[in-house]
């Protein structure tokens, strides 16, 4: 209803002031005074906006004359520093959505015809005024501020607070003391005026560009004045962590990679990677051309930070530019015995569907051979499964019977031989086709795991990075570190066990666990009071042993006993990016042969069920010279170019960074040991020569004693009752 109410508000306001031009009435009748004080048209200069959004703040009792303007959308306030019932945020939802047929781009105009006298306060002097409550907030594009004053001399200008106060917004300021003439004049001024006299590409401008155009063109000039001035702000950025690296290693490392150096080559960018952080390389390359031509350290405008995660970007006005999306991964050497074993080698070339369909049709074809034939169900077993692994296999037991018993035998001809086609030709030749083709790649391991926090009993080992980020550069006090971690957790736990999604029922029931166990070492007493954060006290590092989360880092001793935990093969796994768990894996099967380990993929407990998109936030600034260059560089791809080539140069100082681990001893293809199809071909080669030999012997004992073989199987037959009576009364 209120907004029904503000809506309705400024629809009877417009048509009011559209009211009141058309009559060439004036909201103040008296105004001698004003108008020997105001020598321009004021109407003038807010047609000139007329495709925007206009709004006109005022002091009360403002005299228009016969001179109030009949173009533009235009939004009459008063200006009252002490209490105002329109705020720009109000205006920015109501008029932003409002359907328009402009025949330019939409834009904001805000024009102030202030209260002011001789030697204004400091407030109006530095542009803080701006950020009244009033006006449209600063970091809006396309938005004009055009401040109409008598006393434009005595602005001083303050570059310091320049770009804080005024940001997106471009400022335009009218004399009104100067004579009115059919030009408009006024001065538009320049963000970026004097700030380092030592850059050579860039010299010394003033503070305020004169203008002086006919109204036709007057916007449009305005417009390319913007962009130009707005292309100045290349030399105004810097990267963030600039206090780590000092002025003249900066330098002396920018001048290194300079085309015109004579160490201009891929060992000065190399050299460039060793003493920087990955993100502050990155930052190096994107603002090399800022660097070798000049830039202002000591108060920059511009900062491009390290990236960040998507989730963590909330910063209002600001722009994004991804560069990819980070996935997590674990590793864990529990329970991977158990899922490949010899039968899964076997059957591997067919999948279960195929199997379970070749076991119908083999024993569809037995009874078949039993119903027609009659004799015994040993014959019809030896027939099938000679005929389906390629062996020569005699009809003439088949056709002695069925001449005997006068059938035709073109039937049992017909079953014969599709059978022999189908399965003991094509079927035989494709399964050792396959089964050959994967003997030599190393056998698939498979995690028993697919939620990690769902295990009961698991432990899980995270780096502080995981958790932190590059929050803290520099590694602070254990307490510190310690506390920052479990927080980080403890905060994640709170939004899961707050969050109401579907199929997250088990995610909010081990967040409620975690909470209970944690909470109470951020107490007064706790493990983390308030307390500490002032004393400093060692941390124990045995107070949280037991929690299911611990954390980790890689360092040269293994102080934090990652590989002596995996080895166990207990319920522990480590959980890092899925760059890191690829390496680290690789290291410890290189390393570690007795075991197996394996990855799998990220826990969606902590990754929130939503992908974690990574990339650069941008500040609020007109033609960004840094987001062109992020968008070039991570959409031609070279920005992951670079990314391999820093990690080639300077590996992440994960396990095998410590162990002077290169790589694996031979190649993923070569590695043909006991965990291999190689062996499982070997048990093939002797099972199926033990089976052979067996079938031979039952034919040669069959054949031999064929009528001893006859009467047992004829006395079974005739006594069966008997033998199984006599079975049952010795048993009992």
């Keep these: 209803m209120a ?3 503000f809506s309705l508000l400024f629809l009877l306001l417009a048509q009011f002031l559209k009211t009141l031009s058309q009559r060439n009435t004036s909201i103040e009748p008296n105004c001698l005074t004003t108008r020997d004080i105001t020598r321009v048209k004021i109407s003038d200069y807010i047609s000139l906006f007329e495709n925007c959004t206009t709004m006109v703040f005022v002091q009360d009792k403002f005299c228009w004359g016969t001179d109030s303007s009949t173009k533009g959308p235009i939004i009459l306030l008063l200006f009252d520093t002490t209490i105002s019932l329109v705020t720009g945020e109000m205006l920015q939802k109501q008029l932003s959505i409002a359907r ?18 001789a030697g204004s306060s400091q407030r109006v002097k530095d542009f803080s005024f701006m950020n009244l409550p009033a006006f449209i907030d600063n970091t809006w594009r396309s938005h004009y501020f055009i401040l109409i004053t008598r006393f434009i001399n005595e602005w001083p200008f303050l570059p310091l607070y320049d770009f804080n106060n005024i940001g997106l917004t471009e400022l335009i300021l009218v004399d009104v003391t100067i004579e009115n003439i059919s030009l408009l004049r006024f001065q538009y001024y320049n963000i970026y005026h004097k700030r380092n006299p030592g850059i050579s590409r860039m010299h010394n401008r003033e503070a305020l560009y004169n203008m002086s155009c006919k109204p036709p063109d007057c916007f449009n000039q305005v417009v390319q004045l913007g962009v130009n001035i707005s292309r100045q702000g290349k030399y105004f950025w810097t990267m963030e962590g600039t206090r780590y690296l000092s002025k003249a ?8 990679i300079s085309v015109h150096s004579s160490l201009y080559s891929r060992h000065a960018y190399q050299h460039i990677a060793e003493v920087t952080s990955f993100n502050q390389f990155l930052a190096i ?17 511009h900062y491009l930070n390290h ?31 158990q899922n490949s074993g010899m039968l899964d080698s076997l059957s591997s070339p067919f999948d279960r569907t195929i199997w379970i369909s070749m076991c119908v049709a083999f024993f569809a074809v037995v009874l078949i051979i039993i119903a027609v034939h009659g004799g015994y169900i040993s014959d019809a077993l030896l027939f099938v499964w000679g005929t389906s692994f390629e062996n020569a296999v005699s009809l003439s037991f088949l056709e002695t019977r069925f001449r005997l ?15 022999s086609i189908l399965v003991g030709t094509i079927t035989t030749n494709w399964y050792k086709t396959l089964f050959t083709m994967e003997m030599i790649v190393p056998m698939v391991y498979k995690s028993p795991w697919t939620v990690l926090m769902d295990v009961e009993g698991i432990r899980i080992l995270l780096p502080f990075s995981f958790v932190l980020g590059s929050a803290l550069d520099r590694k602070p006090h254990d307490y510190f570190r310690f506390k920052y971690f479990y927080l980080g957790i403890l905060r994640h736990c709170q939004r899961m066990r707050d969050s109401h999604t579907e199929n997250n029922y088990n995610d909010r029931k081990t967040a409620i666990d975690l909470i209970k166990r944690l909470a109470p070492h951020f107490w007064i007493n706790g493990t983390f009071s308030r307390q500490g954060d002032v004393n400093d006290p060692p941390y124990d590092k045995s107070a949280l042993r037991d929690y299911p989360i611990q954390p980790i880092e890689y360092n040269e001793l293994d102080s934090y006993g990652v590989v002596k935990n995996l080895k166990t093969c207990d319920k522990v796994a480590l959980m890092d990016t899925k760059e890191n768990i690829e390496a680290i894996t690789n290291f410890l099967n290189d390393q570690q042969h007795q075991v197996r380990y394996v990855k799998g993929d990220g826990d969606s407990y902590f990754t929130d069920r939503r992908s974690k998109y990574r990339g650069w936030a941008i500040p609020p600034t007109r033609s960004s010279y840094v987001e062109e260059r992020l968008k070039t560089f991570t ?3 070279i920005m992951s ?9 300077k590996p992440r100082k994960l396990l095998g960074y410590y162990a002077n681990w290169t790589g694996p001893i031979g190649e993923a293809i070569s590695q043909l040991d006991f965990s291999s199809k190689v062996t499982t071909g070997f048990y093939v080669y002797g099972i199926g020569a033990t089976i052979s030999t067996l079938v031979m012997l039952v034919e040669i004992v069959k054949h031999k004693h064929y009528l001893k073989y006859i009467f047992c199987l004829d006395y079974l037959e005739a006594n069966f009752e008997k033998v199984i009576s006599k079975l049952s009364r010795y048993v009992q």
Excluded at 410 to 416: A, F
Excluded at 641 to 649: D, F
């Design 641 to 649: 170019h670079w990314k391999s080539v820093y990690y080639m140069w």
């Design 249 to 256: 290693i900066l330098f002396d490392l920018v001048d290194k």
């Design 3 to 5: 907004e029904f109410s």
């Design 307 to 337: 990236m960040l995660q998507l989730q963590r970007f909330r910063s209002r006005g600001f722009g994004f530019v991804m560069f990819d999306v980070e996935k997590y991964s674990f590793v864990s050497c529990h329970g991977v015995g």
């Design 285 to 301: 390359l994107i603002l090399q051309d800022v660097f070798t031509h000049g830039f202002s350290v000591k108060t920059p405008y």
């Design 635 to 637: 959409s031609s791809g």
């Design 100 to 117: 328009r047929r402009n025949p330019s781009q939409h834009c904001w105009a805000t024009i102030t015809i202030l209260p002011e006298t």
């Design 405 to 419: 018993k006068g059938y035709g035998i073109l039937g049992i001809y017909t079953v014969v031989i599709v059978w």
